[in-house]
């Protein structure tokens, strides 16, 4: 599924009232950061991209996830291997996220008009990682990740308001450093140097439910690469 940019904005628009020439009310793009839980000590965090109205509603959510790729179906948690990396687009907000926010950073602020062309570059780069039908690389104490945080640092940097998930909260963010190349902005760096190997398929250690929230069947597994 390719998102479209001009329909998300007119529906944007549509609901919530907000006029294409732009009322001078401050809308924001935010990163957010919500935690999913973990074990003993350790506690992760899922990031993604937020278009926040002048009400402090979100009204639009990017999340990057893990898609088994033959039924297409979403997951929640770690991933299998074998799953990819993917992006969706929804209204917002998701109510399994919205009461755990513990970090948040605005990426961009200003009325309606100015921020559709930013909202149109993150359905763009949405549609540029989906393309790519990547590897998804979630949760793990040696893993490097690619996974949502990897998507909202992406997403951050291709608006031009680079942002590491890592840096908003005090919670783990497994593959936070992460900048995935995309067709639509070719000059990003990825400055978390991984490599092939980093990215190869993982060797599972542990496939127990752990408890993740609110967020429906998840579990977390402790990886690292092959050897």
Partial sequence: MEYNS??????????????????????RIQMRAVSVGGAGPLEY?????????PEGKSVLEVHGYNQDPVTGQSKSGGGDPGD?????????????????????????????????????????????????KLPYHGWGFWEAGQ???????TLSSVIGAETDPSSISRLIATGSARIIPVSTHPDLIDMSKLDATQLAPMTFLSDQPLSFGSITNPRLFVVKPDM
């Fill in 6 to 27: 001009d329909e998300i904005l007119a529906d944007l628009s549509q609901r919530a009232g907000a006029a294409m020439d732009g009322s001078g009310d401050s809308w």
């Fill in 45 to 53: 965090a899922h990031s993604y991209i937020a278009v926040v109205n």
């Fill in 84 to 132: 990819l990396l993917h992006v969706a687009i929804k209204p917002g907000p998701w109510d399994e996220f919205s009461q755990q926010i513990v970090g948040e950073k605005d990426l961009a602020v200003g009325d309606f008009k100015s921020l559709a062309p930013k909202i149109a570059e993150l359905v763009d780069g949405a549609n540029a990682i989906n393309e790519q």
């Fill in 147 to 153: 996974n949502c945080n990897s998507v909202s640092h």
